[in-house]
């Protein structure tokens, strides 16, 4: 019965004008034994409604199937499964591989893009992928060069390319697409090669550029109108340029690179936009605008309704990509459209997604130190803004100072492992970096195409703690507090899953998938898979077989701070090196672990 | 032939001893490369840039601009402290590999590892100031890492930046 519904759903879509498309995608975003999204639905909750695995039997999980991809790379992202096919991706050269469910993982076709290897080092950071999009039997992939390709979901044909951006300017790409209507909605990244960010939506039939937002920029370019509103109030002109020094908000950042959430009753796109370049804030005066941003576009002509800028002039690189997690619960007994999200910089916003209005905004570790608070008071001249700590500004200590001690590091609090929500228990399942750091800013001179970066950072675990680098936590967004917290020996780089089977799912960068009771946080599940994972775990059912899978392959952004261990040169000589190093517990791969229960 | 043009290149870039000027201190104390000592910058027998750690543990003022011009070029890829990362090999253990000159080459022109199972790619820094200002830095604080003599981390005392570096590289950056 699911099996005829998924075949209906995907001939219908075959017929179907890409405006019906949407409804379709919609619909299998609803159907549980798919995954046919990324982040799971539109609203990001990366939630499965399968209750086959459950807290009383998940302890009996065994591997069912594995699949070595080729590529010996940081593995981000996680497969899709749409009807009896999965398409798994990789990392730089980005291939894609649809695996046929129903002969042991045959593959039914492969296809490799023939990119420039000039790309590789202008990645900052790894050539990770943040995976490939479905819409219309269409599968969209967007490689590291910024060609985005559409390819039939049956047979891997080219349907039609794209270019987004210019990698020997330093503009590539990492993430994801969203399939939108008619429209896929694309990112961009070089935050620290001085890109200009933008988003930008592509017809999903043509590929044609429909529209194209700036993150910093001209009211023209980053498509603001008298209607777009900051706090409450409407947001005047040139409020982008007049928050920078003359043109250097054209090398300004504000990239685009993280998971993005769609309301289809709002019509509105929501992201984060990144960090502004340079790393050294002394260089660029202003709150430069609108870098670390949310953002809510309109999805058919891209218009800014609202924006908040979490992090003004940023100090510390908290590049604010993190994902918009979509949910309506009822705060004054009146039921809220709300959109909550767990910044680099160590807070948890809450906010309305209809209007912007800003409701809690709270530490999500309690190592956070670089600002007491959020002003939350709507008469005073810094509502909505981080009250900053002194010792903590980088730029109030000015160029050539170290500043000690500031938490989170640059990693944030959480970086772009995305968090989980379920409906049933109403708890955020979040994956966390518990590591602080030491910041020296100092003058540098940009050149097209080359890192522009301004800083020297030391990183090492929050200190007075568990002395591990990361925790993975439960969290009540209306509360906001920490329902429960476990405390892991390397920062969380993996996607957490939820199921209505009272379990959540993460995956260490040591290498272990562990299932844990949604209510308690008590582990009921480990398994070592060949290497670290940063992918994000996902669940689908399978000839009524409920299966959950995920990507190992260690690299990334942890797998270059995290490979030789960090060290704290405050703990004195006897503790340096002190710190477990990753390189001790595992080494490159790349392979997709399928896990169900015995037969 | 290399090496000839490295040294056209890079000669005056990199301040190597026939630069001429205040030569002092022959005969440097501990048991570090470092024969001798020239407007702030310390050389091997050789006329090779390298580090200069006093037994108190002070470092010279390149080392610490190089721990410092590393963690922002060259951190992103090779990870903190020269310890290599997933991405890209140890620069520590590189240094002992290649000599002086072969380092300021690679760095130059980049270089490219790309097969089956490889995607190693460096890309060429010869146009970025920011790098090629501080070549020698980064060099010596890398030798000092190789060698074992400086610990992992931010070093914890410096000699002050002589008026001959910061007049180089003031003119360095400004440069074209």
């Known amino acids: 019965m699911k099996k005829l519904f998924a075949f209906t759903s995907v001939a219908a879509l075959c017929a179907g004008s890409a405006a019906l498309a949407n409804d379709e995608l919609l619909e299998l975003m609803n159907d549980p034994t798919q995954w046919v999204i990324q982040t799971g639905n539109y609203a990001n909750h990366r939630y499965s409604g399968l209750d086959q695995i459950n807290r009383e039997n998940v302890g009996n999980l065994q591997v069912a199937w594995t699949f070595s991809t080729g590529v010996l790379r940081g593995h981000e992202g996680s497969p899709l499964v749409i009807g009896d096919t999965m398409y798994v991706h990789t990392p730089f050269p980005n291939i894609v591989y649809a695996l046929d469910l129903n002969d042991h993982g045959r593959i039914k076709w492969?296809?490799?893009?023939?990119?420039?290897?000039?790309?590789?080092?202008?990645?900052?950071?790894?050539?990770?992928?943040?995976?490939?999009?479905?819409?219309?039997?269409?599968?969209?992939?967007?490689?590291?060069?910024?060609?985005?390709?559409?390819l039939n979901a049956e047979t891997g044909e080219v349907k039609w390319?794209?270019?987004?951006?210019?990698?020997?300017?330093?503009?590539?790409?990492?993430?994801?697409?969203?399939?939108?209507?008619?429209?896929?909605?694309?990112?961009?990244?070089?935050?620290?090669?001085?890109?200009?960010?933008?988003?930008?939506?592509?017809?999903?039939?043509?590929?044609?550029?429909?529209?194209?937002?700036?993150?910093?920029?001209?009211?023209?370019?980053?498509?603001?109108?008298?209607?777009?509103?900051?706090?409450?109030?409407?947001?005047?002109?040139?409020?982008?340029?007049?928050?920078?020094?003359?043109?250097?908000?054209?090398?300004?950042?504000?990239?685009?690179?993280?998971?993005?959430?769609?309301?289809?009753?709002?019509?509105?796109?929501y992201y984060g936009t990144g960090n502004p370049s340079t790393w050294n804030p002394s260089q660029r005066p202003g709150d430069n605008k609108w870098s670390m941003t949310i953002i809510a576009r309109d999805a058919d002509t891209g218009m800014a309704k609202w924006v908040?800028?979490?992090?003004?002039?940023?100090?510390?690189?908290?590049?604010?990509?993190?994902?918009?997690?979509?949910?309506?619960?009822?705060?004054?007994?009146?039921?809220?459209?709300?959109?909550?999200?767990?910044?680099?910089?160590?807070?948890?916003?809450?906010?309305?997604?209809?209007?912007?209005e800003l409701l809690v905004a709270e530490k999500y570790d309690p190592a956070v130190n670089w600002a007491t608070h959020v002003d939350m008071d709507p008469a005073s001249e810094t509502y909505g803004r981080p009250m900053v700590v002194a010792d903590y500004s980088t730029a109030q200590n000015g160029e050539d100072v170290n500043t000690t001690g500031i938490c989170p590091a640059a990693l944030g609090t959480k970086d772009q492992q995305p968090a989980s929500y379920s409906p049933q228990t109403g708890l955020f399942?979040?994956?966390?970096?518990?590591?602080?750091?030491?910041?020296?800013?100092?003058?540098?001179?940009?050149?097209?195409?080359?890192?522009?970066?301004?800083?020297?950072?030391?990183?090492?675990?929050?200190?007075?703690?568990?002395?591990?680098?990361?925790?993975?936590?439960?969290?009540?967004?209306?509360?906001?507090?920490?329902?429960?917290?476990?405390?892991?020996q390397f920062s969380v780089w993996s996607g957490?899953?939820?199921?209505?089977?009272?379990?959540?799912?993460?995956?260490?960068?040591?290498?272990?998938?562990?299932?844990?009771?949604?209510?308690?946080?008590?582990?009921?599940?480990?398994?070592?898979?060949?290497?670290?994972?940063?992918?994000?775990?996902?669940?689908?059912?399978?000839?009524?077989?409920?299966?959950?899978?995920?990507?190992?392959?260690?690299?990334?952004?942890?797998?270059?701070?995290?490979?030789?261990?960090?060290?704290?040169?405050?703990?004195?000589?006897?503790?340096?090196?002190?710190?477990?190093?990753?390189?001790?517990?595992?080494?490159?791969?790349?392979?997709?672990?399928?896990?169900?229960?015995?037969? | 032939m290399?090496?000839?043009?490295?040294?056209?290149?890079?000669?005056?870039?990199?301040?190597?001893?026939?630069?001429?000027?205040?030569?002092?201190?022959?005969?440097?104390?501990g048991n570090g490369p470092a024969a001798y000592k020239e407007d702030g910058r310390y050389f091997t027998e050789d006329g090779v840039p390298t580090y200069f750690i006093a037994e108190d543990g002070t470092v010279d003022w390149l080392t610490f601009s190089g721990f410092r011009r590393y963690h922002a070029e060259c951190h992103v890829c090779h990870g903190p402290d020269g310890m290599g990362s997933t991405y890209a090999p140890p620069l520590k253990d590189a240094v002992e590999r290649m000599d002086y000159y072969d380092f300021v080459y690679i760095v130059s022109n980049g270089i490219q590892n790309v097969d089956v199972s490889h995607q190693n790619v460096m890309p060429t820094f010869g146009q970025n100031k920011n790098v090629m200002c501080y070549i020698d830095d980064i060099y010596v604080y890398l030798k000092a890492r190789g060698d074992g003599a400086l610990q992992r981390g931010r070093p914890a005392k410096r000699e002050d930046k002589s008026d001959a570096v910061a007049s180089f590289e003031a003119e360095c950056m400004a440069g074209g």
């Open chain 2, 2 to 29: 290399k090496r000839l043009r490295l040294a056209l290149v890079f000669g005056a870039v990199a301040g190597l001893a026939s630069a001429g000027g205040a030569t002092e201190n022959r005969g440097l104390p």
């Open chain 1, 110 to 150: 492969k296809y490799e893009p023939q990119q420039d290897s000039s790309v590789i080092p202008v990645m900052c950071c790894d050539t990770v992928n943040r995976g490939v999009a479905y819409a219309n039997n269409t599968i969209f992939l967007h490689q590291a060069d910024t060609t985005i390709v559409a």
């Open chain 1, 496 to 599: 957490a899953l939820a199921t209505a089977g009272d379990v959540v799912f993460y995956g260490t960068l040591e290498g272990f998938l562990k299932a844990v009771d949604a209510e308690t946080g008590e582990e009921l599940y480990r398994f070592k898979t060949p290497s670290g994972v940063i992918g994000n775990v996902m669940s689908y059912e399978h000839d009524g077989k409920q299966y959950v899978g995920i990507l190992s392959g260690v690299g990334g952004w942890a797998g270059i701070g995290l490979a030789a261990g960090l060290t704290n040169p405050n703990d004195g000589l006897g503790a340096v090196g002190g710190y477990a190093a990753l390189s001790d517990y595992t080494a490159l791969g790349g392979q997709l672990t399928v896990f169900k229960l015995p037969d």
């Open chain 1, 429 to 488: 399942y979040v994956p966390t970096n518990h590591v602080c750091m030491d910041y020296e800013p100092f003058r540098v001179s940009y050149t097209a195409g080359q890192p522009y970066v301004g800083a020297t950072l030391s990183m090492y675990p929050a200190p007075d703690s568990h002395g591990g680098m990361g925790n993975f936590i439960a969290w009540d967004a209306l509360a906001g507090e920490i329902k429960w917290s476990i405390p892991e």
């Open chain 1, 161 to 269: 390319t794209a270019v987004n951006g210019d990698p020997s300017i330093g503009e590539t790409n990492t993430a994801t697409v969203m399939p939108v209507k008619d429209k896929i909605i694309v990112g961009i990244s070089g935050g620290e090669f001085g890109v200009q960010g933008h988003i930008t939506a592509y017809d999903m039939e043509t590929g044609e550029l429909a529209w194209r937002g700036y993150s910093v920029g001209p009211d023209d370019q980053i498509l603001f109108d008298e209607n777009t509103m900051s706090l409450g109030k409407p947001v005047p002109a040139n409020s982008s340029i007049d928050s920078w020094e003359g043109d250097q908000w054209k090398i300004g950042g504000g990239t685009t690179w993280g998971w993005y959430s769609y309301d289809p009753d709002l019509n509105l796109v």
């Open chain 1, 308 to 356: 908040y800028q979490k992090t003004p002039h940023d100090e510390w690189d908290y590049d604010g990509v993190n994902e918009n997690i979509l949910v309506d619960k009822e705060i004054d007994g009146e039921m809220r459209k709300l959109l909550v999200t767990f910044d680099r910089n160590g807070f948890a916003y809450t906010l309305d997604r209809a209007t912007g």
